[in-house]
């Protein structure tokens, strides 16, 4: 099976909006837990909501906005097949993201 990185992308916010309900962030947090639980098998790191970024160049180190909100690292057949898994995610339906990304992780050139 190949590895795969999924990056959620929403408001660089970072979680849920204040104003939320708190019924709703509890129905939205328990379809996620039932998403996790589904794929269970497929989770090869749980992943979670990402903080603020920092960037790191040869300019030095500086404060950067971007719309990644969380990740998940998971092992599918395909690569279509992993993005299949996110298809309905509360992610999107449920939380204000916009969307998830999905890419192979790849062998290191030259490494065994």
């Not at 979670?48 to 300019?59: M, Q, R, Y």
């Not at 992993?82 to 916009?98: L, S």
């Given at each position: ?28 947090m328990a379809a ?81």
């Amino acid at each position: 099976m190949a590895k795969f990185l999924a990056v959620y992308t929403g408001e660089p916010s970072a979680g849920p909006p204040p104003d939320m309900d708190q019924n709703a962030l509890a129905a939205g947090m328990a379809a996620w837990g039932k998403w996790m639980e589904t794929h269970a098998a497929s989770i090869v790191d749980t992943g979670g909501p990402l903080g603020k970024t920092k960037k790191v160049s040869a300019a030095g180190v500086s404060d950067v906005s971007n719309n990644l909100a969380g990740y998940v690292v998971l092992e599918a057949d395909s690569h279509e097949a992993a993005a299949r898994m996110f298809e309905g995610h509360p992610h999107f339906t449920i939380f204000p993201g916009d969307g998830v990304e999905i890419m192979p992780v790849l062998a290191i050139p030259g490494a065994g």
